[in-house]
Nanobody, 119 residues
Framework: QVQLVESGGGLVQAGGSLRLSCATS????????NGWYRQAPGKQRELVAS???????TVADSVKGRFTIDRDNAKNTVYLQMNSLKPEDTAVYYC?????????????WGQGTQVTVSS
């Protein structure tokens, strides 16, 4: 089991910045990737960015050059730095981890944090 606690969402004006944090605990040794997803009203949940155990990054085209994902292994925390925010970035952002323990694959989600970007 892995527990995820998100923080850092809020209201910001267009062009501003926010930093989301996702602290993990429990069986963190089994984590194979950490990611951030978002879901806007009426839309499907989409991948924003992810980082795997080896450090390989995946970043959505819509946020490339503006958002950065990084991980502090000592703190078991993953961050999403969001710069140059746009109104279309408004969504609930979810932290995600994938785990592999003896070939038992599981996905865990955070509770979600609201990000609202005003124009």
């Amino acid at each position: 089991q892995v527990q995820l606690v998100e923080s850092g969402g809020g209201l910001v004006q267009a062009g501003g910045s926010l930093r989301l944090s996702c602290a993990t605990s429990g069986s963190t040794f089994a984590i194979t990737s950490n990611g951030w997803y978002r879901q806007a009203p009426g839309k499907q949940r989409e991948l924003v960015a992810s980082i795997n155990r080896g450090g390989r990054l995946t970043v959505a085209d819509s946020v490339k050059g503006r958002f950065t994902i990084d991980r502090d292994n000592a703190k078991n925390t993953v961050y999403l730095q969001m710069n140059s925010l746009k109104p279309e970035d408004t969504a609930v952002y979810y932290c995600n981890v994938e785990t592999d323990y003896r070939l038992q694959f599981r996905t865990y989600w955070g509770q979600g944090t609201q990000v609202t970007v005003s124009s």
